[in-house]
């Protein structure tokens, strides 16, 4: 009996000492894991803050100037300050699109809402003394809609206005989803927003929208490659609008050239989403340099492409951003989120009157998706400036995925913008 104690004492002695070493094991190897997170968490937090410091510094020292004329060009500095200098912006297309629709709808006033889209940006553009667009929708009594045949409602309208827009070309390939009379009645409603317009040929004479800013007329034109459904239109339906030909061109680029002091060139061309020009856009580029355009802004691709500056047969400087990508959209293609706002300074000189190209440079801009759960779903952002913010400690503005698209989006600009040293 003794023994049998003696033997079960021995036993729970082994056991506790057995739990006893197990417990320190355990105990060393889980002290050495948490040691080990938190060494690796606290270098990966280091080496991410350095990266983020890193990308900061790149951020800061990238820049948006594409062009700036040389001093060959202008006058000496006793006389630069008596030249005129006026501030040309410029957007690409100014889409609807059907999510966007949903995400501006006011349930209660059964109205929409589309002003905070904007806001972000608006002050990149007032300080302008124009800013051009492509609106590339309607505005009738149609059902709204924004895809295949696009209608928006009056308030979308209102609120690019409300951004700074106040020129807008009213030709694209969706000029006549509703025909003739949706093409005035579209035209009536942005010139009462205040809005002026080009690119339709509902009137005589109303194909070169001439502009005085600052006692220098500028001229504007604007045209499309065609239509959608263009086979089905009357002859009646495809004269009322500036659809591209090199006779129509040439005539109206003369009427300029003797009316204005600059000319600018509205172009809707090109190839769905893509960031390099195509053959026949270069063709068109050549005709319209060679006819007299001072400056032409492609859109429709709903991607940015190549921005260059060529001299002309006097050897003026003569610049081409063959598309600026969209202005707004609900598009998910990531590429057709990167935007920009083109600034385009051109100057009249106080020795000889002569109007030049002066510098141009961009704003880089982001259309934000925030989710469809979002109060505000769509937003236009400033894309170098929110990613600074973020490498700069502010992580809580966006999250880390999206300040990767703005740092891919950013790259992708400077790719494709920038022209070739």
């Known amino acids: 009996m003794s023994r049998n104690r003696r033997n079960k004492r021995n036993l729970k002695k082994i056991t506790e000492l057995i739990t006893s070493k197990t417990f320190l094991r355990i105990s060393t190897v889980l002290a050495i ?3 080990v997170c938190v060494i690796t968490i606290f270098y990966r937090n280091y080496e991410d803050k350095k990266l983020l410091a890193s990308q900061r510094l790149e951020l800061e020292q990238s820049i948006e100037d594409i062009f700036t004329a040389t001093s060959k060009s202008i006058e000496n500095s006793s006389t630069s ?9 410029a957007v690409g297309d100014i889409l609807c699109g059907e999510e966007m629709l949903t995400d501006a709808y006011q349930k209660e006033s059964k109205s929409y809402y589309f002003d905070n889209m904007f806001q972000n940006i608006t002050n ?6 124009i800013v051009l667009g492509t609106m590339e929708t309607n505005f009738t009594e149609n059902a709204y809609s924004g895809y295949g045949n696009r209608n928006s409602p009056k308030e979308f309208g209102e609120a690019v206005k409300n951004s700074g827009i106040n020129l807008v070309s009213i030709t694209t390939n969706h000029s006549l989803d509703y025909g003739i ?47 959608e459904n263009q086979g089905k239109k009357s002859e009646k339906e495809l004269q009322s609008l500036n659809i591209y030909s090199e ?5 109206e680029l003369e009427y300029a050239e003797e009316n204005a002091d600059f000319t600018f060139v509205i172009m809707h061309w ?6 390099e020009p195509s053959k026949e856009q270069k063709n068109v580029a050549d005709f319209l340099v060679e006819n007299g355009a001072d400056v032409i802004l492609g859109n429709h691709p709903a991607a940015i492409q190549p921005m260059e500056v060529r001299q002309n047969a006097d050897g003026e400087n003569v610049f081409i951003a063959y598309s600026l990508g969209n202005y707004i959209s609900s598009i998910s293609n990531e590429v057709s989120k990167v935007e920009l706002v083109l600034n385009i300074e051109i100057m009249k000189s106080a020795k000889d009157d002569k109007v030049i190209l002066n510098k141009v440079d ?18 236009l952002i400033d894309m170098k400036g929110i990613a600074k913010e973020y490498a700069g400690g502010n992580t809580k503005i966006i999250d880390r995925k999206t300040y990767n698209k703005l740092l891919d989006g950013l790259k992708l600009l400077e790719k494709v913008v920038k022209p070739e040293n």
């Open 270 to 275: 090109g190839e769905p989403y893509a960031t």
């Open 181 to 227: 009379d949706g093409l005035r009645k579209t035209k009536e409603y942005l010139q009462e927003l205040g809005f002026s317009t080009v690119g339709d040929r509902l009137e005589d004479n109303n194909t070169v929208n001439i502009q005085t800013i600052k006692d220098v007329k500028i001229a504007f034109l604007s045209y499309t490659y065609g239509v």
């Open 362 to 379: 961009y704003t880089p801009i982001y259309v934000l998706d925030n989710g469809e759960k979002a109060k505000n779903r769509y937003e």
């Open 247 to 251: 006779k129509i061109a040439k005539e």
């Open 33 to 35: 894991i948490i040691v």
């Open 124 to 129: 990149f553009i007032t300080k302008s003394d």
């Open 81 to 89: 300050a008596l030249n005129t200098v006026i501030r040309v912006s």
